[in-house]
T-cell receptor, first 116, second 112 residues
Framework: DQQVKQNSPSLSVQEGRISILNCDYTNSMFDYFLWYKKYPAEGPTFLISISSIKDKNEDGRFTVFLNKSAKHLSLHIVPSQPGDSAVYFCAASARAGGTSYGKLTFGQGTILTVHP | NAGVTQTPKFQVLKTGQSMTLQCAQDMNHEYMSWYRQDPGMGLRLIHYSVGAGITDQGEVPNGYNVSRSTTEDFPLRLLSAAPSQTSVYFC???????????FGDGTRLSIL
């Protein structure tokens, strides 16, 4: 059972426009969410995160929105640049026994292509 | 500034062979983990460790062993490789609290 889902395998956007990547989760115990970016032949690199006590977190061109009631989060990239072309993974973690071991559950990934 | 280092980068094995994938981090992180990435399935947790001498199973542990004798190293062992273990393997580490995990560049493993 996929607890974290990214239903769009790919997204194509024009340079300068907004990219919106979506992620849904089913486990109500998840309380920390992250987005990772991955280039070919490299490991995932951390992009931005959000705790369940917030509904928005912003870092430069990247903003993550969390809708707990809908169990949905999204990553907005504005403006999109060709260098943003990569696979984007959302991930979630839940506290276990009061200690966060940080075990991450990943979505399937979305391939973002930003055209010049 | 090495971060998380994985070796080898590529490996081809025959069914039934054994192998150890190496992972080392130089950030003094307590938490280390192994993931496998398969097409259409994202990354799935195999085993993790919250400190030297402490390991536990993740989502897909069968066919893999781990140990954590030092803070720096977290090797992953395949005792008898099977074609279903063909995948890209990523090691990650993180510090305490909700710090993000840092990933190595992966080991691409093919089992014939």
């Amino acid at each position: 059972d996929q607890q974290v889902k990214q239903n769009s395998p790919s997204l194509s956007v024009q340079e300068g426009r907004i990219s919106i990547l979506n992620c849904d989760y089913t486990n109500s115990m998840f309380d920390y969410f992250l987005w990772y970016k991955k280039y070919p032949a490299e490991g995932p690199t951390f992009l931005i995160s959000i705790s369940s006590i917030k509904d928005k977190n912003e870092d430069g061109r990247f903003t993550v929105f969390l809708n707990k009631s809908a169990k949905h989060l999204s990553l907005h990239i504005v403006p999109s640049q060709p260098g943003d072309s990569a696979v984007y993974f959302c991930a979630a973690s839940a506290r276990a026994g009061g200690t966060s071991y940080g075990k991450l559950t990943f979505g399937q990934g979305t391939i973002l292509t930003v055209h010049p | 500034n090495a971060g998380v280092t994985q070796t080898p980068k590529f490996q081809v094995l025959k069914t039934g062979q054994s192998m150890t994938l190496q992972c080392a981090q130089d950030m003094n992180h307590e938490y280390m983990s192994w993931y496998r990435q398969d097409p259409g399935m994202g990354l799935r947790l195999i085993h993790y460790s919250v400190g030297a001498g402490i390991t536990d199973q993740g989502e897909v542990p069968n066919g893999y062993n781990v140990s954590r004798s030092t803070t720096e190293d977290f090797p992953l062992r395949l005792l008898s490789a099977a074609p279903s273990q063909t995948s890209v393997y990523f090691c990650a580490s993180r510090g305490s609290g909700n710090q993000p995990q840092h990933f190595g560049d992966g080991t691409r493993l093919s089992i014939l």
